[in-house]
């Protein structure tokens, strides 16, 4: 049965670059650690797509809304629908003693930030620096393996796959309290990760996404940060 757009879909991912194999993205954990990509702040396994929200690439949430439950499918994004082509305009030369003054000392594979637009420098002869400013998979076709692992139905579900994704934060470390009559969510997490980067900016953008997505559901929302002391042996 195809999906709609609103679902809560759970799935499984690896993106690589079509023209060399290279990995960009995976779910699986330990795919990335073979392919020196694993990222230790990055939390891997199925992961949560609201249907409709531009979670994923375009091309790929179509593929998914025709799906179904445990379907897989391999499926090519061409540039044009991924990060666009190559734009031989945002190729810029600047001279080294330029850089400099904006406090750069560059490198060939620096990324430097200049009126805005972040650029790689590609090359330095002559006191020149070429930078380029295209994004690093413009021009590239991408190849998405998907696999959808179920669609969520209970209210449960769907907020602990929500708050894990805004949060950055495993479900299991995640404590809910609900009371229907009054649509009040108390949101209890270990206390520590309350020195997180940016944690406090995760929270509002998970609450706008409650007060949005199940907003017949969660009209309240309270955030609870559980600390209890360390113990010494």
Known sequence: MAFSKG???????????????????????????QENAYDASKLYGPTLIVLGKNWINSVVEEWILNASENSEGEIEVPPSKAFGERDPSKVKVY???????????PSVGDVVELNGARGIVKQISGGRVTIDFNHPLAGKTLVYRVKVVRKLETLEEKIRALASRHLGIPQEDITLNYDS?????ILSIPGRYISR?????????????????????????????????????
């Open 181 to 185: 009559n009054e649509k009040k969510l």
């Open 95 to 105: 001279s080294l003693r330029e850089l400099q003054r904006r406090g750069y000392i």
């Open 197 to 233: 980067e940016n944690i406090n900016y995760a929270k509002l953008a998970l609450a706008a996404d409650l007060f949005t997505m199940l907003k017949n559901e969660v009209q309240v929302l309270v955030f609870s940060e559980v600390l209890k002391p360390t113990t010494s042996t």
């Open 7 to 33: 679902d809560f879909v759970l799935v499984e991912y690896t993106v690589r670059v079509k023209e060399t194999g290279a990995l960009i993205d995976t779910t699986n954990a330990e795919l990335a650690k």
